[in-house]
Structure formats: C-alpha cells, structure tokens
C-alpha cells in the first residue's frame, strides 16, 4: 500500500509539471502570435504605401499634315457662307414671329445677319466647320498639335499655286480655337512664300500664341525645342525636316532659319546639320526638359514603309533621349513601332501620321478605284500622356504612357459637288469608328422595315450600306499598316 501510494502521488506531481510546461508553452505561443500579428500588421501597412505612384500628367493630341490646298480653302469659305445664310434664316424667322423686336434690332446702326459679315457669323472663316468632326479629341488633350504644312504670309504673298501654298490667318485661328497649341514649322513648304514669308509665319504664330517646332529666329533657335510645361512637367518638342524642295535657309545666320537635316547627297547644296549634329541637338533638348518628343519631317513621298536609315536614325535619336517620334511628309499612313531603349524606357515612332486635312485622292471611289488610290486620305490621330511617376526610394521618373491611335479618314465631296448632288463643297477630317457606328445604326432602322422600304428608302439603304463599307475597308486596311495594338475608341463611343 505505501508503494502504491508513493506512485500515485508521483504520478500527480508528474500531472501538475507537465500541466505548469504546457501552461508555459501555450503562454509563450501565445505571445508568439501577438509578435507575429503585430509585425505581419507592419508589413501589410508598408505594402500598403504603392509604388510607382502617379504624381501628375499631361496630355497631348497629335496628328499629322494639314495643307491648304485650293480646293480647301474654299470649302472653309463654303462653309462659312453656308453658316451666314443659316443664321440669317433664322433670324428672319424670328424676326418675322416678333416684327417689334426686329424694328428696334434693325434700327440704324445695328448690324443685321444679312449684313454681317460671314468672318462675325463664324471668326475663323469656316474653318471650324472643317475640323469639327475631330475637334473634341484636341480638347479633351491638355496640347494638340498638327504638322503646319504651310506659310501664313498675307504680307509677302508671292500667290499660290500647285505645290505652293500659304493660308490665311483664320487658318491659324481656328486651330488654336480647336486647342491646337503647338505646330510643327518645318517641313518642305516653309519657304514657299520666300524667306520673307518665312519670317512672317513666324511673327503670325508668336502673335497667336501657337508654339512651334523646328524653327526660330535665327540658325541656333531653330534647333532649340519649344518647351511646354504644365502640372509640374517639362516637355520638349525638336522638329526638324529633312526636305525643303530645293530651298535653303538665309545665308545670314541672324535671319529666321528652318532646322534642316538633309539627307546626304540630297540637299541640292544647302547647309544643313549631319546625323552627329542631330543627335547633339537631341541630346541638349532632353537636358531642358522632363521628356523629350521630337516632329521630323522625313521618307519618300507615298511611300508606305519607312526607309531603313530612318527606322535606324529614329532608334539613335530614341537611345540620344527622345521618348516620341511623330513623323509626316509621305502623305500616307505608316507603321507604329514600340521601342524599348538600352536604359529601359518605352518609347514609340508613328513614322508617318498620314494627311489630316487635305485635297489628295479627291476622286477616290471605294470598290470602284484602286485602294491605294485612297491612302492620302487615310490618317492617325494620335493620343499620349506624359505622367510624372513617384517610385518612393528609387526616386521620380517621367515616362510616356496611355498612348492610343484613333483611325481617321479625310470626308471629300468632290465628285458629289461635281454631279450637282450637294451644292456646298466639304473636306475634313472625321473618325472612322465613329461613323462606323452612327452608319450601323441608320442601316438597322431601315433593315427593320424589310419588305416595306418606300422608294426613297431603298436609295437610302443603299447610300448607307456604301458608305459603311467604306470606312469598314479602309479602317481594315489602315490597321493593317498600323496595327491595332494602341487602337482606342474616339469620344462619344
């Protein structure tokens, strides 16, 4: 009995220390829990602080060539002319409604909408007719711009003819009104009102307040960017053209110069700077500025695909610190290349944007004329941002981003004005996806009739069904050049 006790009371004093180390061991996980939840808290609350954070941005629209060829200058008069004449119907109508009011609004001295001037009616002369089918992408954009494939010389006009141009101020005007705040000034037309043409677009766009690349005061300030800065960011614009139909800048370096980049055995004798002294002029750009984007006027009239000592030259002046390269003068669409530079940045080159606004293939009929016949009608608005990036410990980048290609087609209703069918002569630029969509949606109403289509109807249905394959076919064919990897929808779709 007394063994049986001792082993019993051994066995209890056994219970009671395994009981104290369990005690203990479940403090101590325990406490191991806190410490664990407590760090594991931590790391989430710094995970939380994200990296890279955007700071701020700037936007930009951009397309490509705008040349006032003859025939559009005057569908900008038709236009404003066709206004004038609306707005003095309508106000005859109202007039006629309220015969008081129109007695003391007709009083002498008053100007009436029959006597007003088409310029009062719309002030930039029609223009803004022209371009209204693209105008809300330039001002959704903080900067538009557009290659200024002309002078604007009132002044020193030498006349105009094939392949020499000059607008009018309205021109310019209009732009700016569109939000177009930065042109490119170098390009083989600069000169076709002679040197002092030159200067005088010059004086004309500081006086309007539209910045311009690719051209200055002198020799030095022509290879100067112009700077835009908004939000805290600094971006630079370089333009340079490559072509200037046999002209050459003022022997006097004092004198108002173009940025010209000839290419060798091309320059009929002109002066001009070598790739080496581009690619210093680049360099000293991306110094003054946040980014750097560089305009050149550049390749083969018609050509579809660059050439392959400009797709060379484009990857040094991206790896010299440019991040953009919007490219012009074949007058067609050519491709869109990403390009990621030895430093780890992503860049892009639109090779050639195409015509924006112009006369070219006037007398294209889809399925009825070749389809290159159609190209010069055929362009790229072009959509980007340059965000201002906080990467925390690693410090702040500026890079390019959110860029998008918007397919647009060049409306000319030439033949139309021709056959008698329209009496008021229009050319401008409209997006093509969004006359996609408003043609689709006609052709489905009246596919909704069948059978019960009136005459009129059917000649409708017909128009509509031409005019969606259109756009469907050139759509088709323009990103097949392009590409649809930055493809976006236009606004309102």
């Known amino acids: ?172 005007e209009s732009l700016k009104s569109n939000n177009v705040k930065i042109v490119s000034f170098a390009n083989n037309h600069v000169f076709d009102q002679g040197h002092a043409g030159f200067g005088e677009s010059l004086e004309h766009l500081r006086d309007e307040g539209m910045q311009f690349a690719g051209a200055g005061g002198n020799a030095a300030d022509a290879w100067k960017p112009a700077i835009l800065e908004k939000n805290g960011i600094k971006v630079a614009w370089l333009g340079m053209t490559r072509w200037l139909n046999g002209n050459r800048n003022p022997e006097k370096e004092s004198e108002p110069h173009v940025a010209f980049f000839p290419y060798p055995g091309q320059s009929m004798g002109a002066p001009g700077r070598d790739e080496a002294g581009v690619l210093e002029a680049v360099k000293a750009a991306r110094a003054e500025c946040d980014l750097l984007v560089v305009s050149i006027h550049w390749g083969t009239e018609y050509a579809t695909a660059p050439t392959p000592q400009d797709e060379e030259m484009a990857h040094k002046m991206l790896e010299a610190g440019a991040s953009a390269i919007l490219g012009h003068h074949p007058h067609v669409l050519q491709a869109v290349e990403t390009y990621v530079t030895e430093d780890n940045r992503n860049t892009v080159i639109f090779y050639s944007l195409g015509n924006f606004l112009s006369n070219q293939a006037r007398n294209y009929v889809s399925g009825f004329t070749p389809d290159k016949t159609g190209e010069q009608r055929d362009s790229l608005l072009v959509k980007f941002a340059v965000v201002k990036k906080d990467y925390g410990p690693a410090g702040i980048r500026f890079e390019l981003a959110d860029v998008g290609i918007l397919p647009v087609w060049t409306e000319n209703n030439n033949l139309q004005v021709k056959r008698g069918k329209v009496k008021t002569p229009f050319i401008g630029p409209v997006f093509m996806d969004r006359e996609i969509a408003r043609l689709q949606g006609q052709y489905d109403e009246l596919d909704k009739i069948g059978e019960q289509l009136t005459a009129e109807q059917k000649k409708e249905l017909i128009q509509v069904s031409n005019r969606l394959e259109l756009f469907k076919h050139r759509r088709e064919l323009l990103l097949g050049r392009t590409g649809d990897d930055f493809l976006i929808a236009p606004p309102g779709l």
């Open 1 to 172: 009995m007394g063994e049986s006790a001792n082993f019993s009371e051994m066995l209890q004093k056994k219970a009671v220390s395994w009981m104290a180390v369990a005690c203990v061991a479940a403090s101590l996980l325990s406490f191991a829990v806190v410490r664990w939840t407590r760090h594991s808290t931590a790391v989430s609350a710094a995970a939380a602080v994200n990296h890279p954070r955007e700071v701020a941005r700037v936007t930009f629209a951009a397309a490509g060539d705008v040349i006032p060829h003859q025939a559009v200058v005057q569908a900008a008069a038709a236009q404003a002319k066709l206004l004038a004449q609306e707005v003095a119907k309508e106000k005859d109508t109202k007039d006629a409604k309220d015969p008081a009011t129109a007695a003391a609004t007709n009083s002498p001295g008053t100007p009436t909408a029959t006597t007003t001037p088409a310029s009062v009616e719309n002030p930039h002369a029609g223009w803004d007719s022209l371009f209204a089918g693209v105008s809300e992408a330039f001002r959704q954009a903080d900067y538009g711009f557009v290659n200024l494939e002309t002078p604007v010389a009132p002044t020193h006009s030498r006349g105009t003819k094939a392949f020499m141009f000059n607008a009018p101020m309205a021109l310019v």
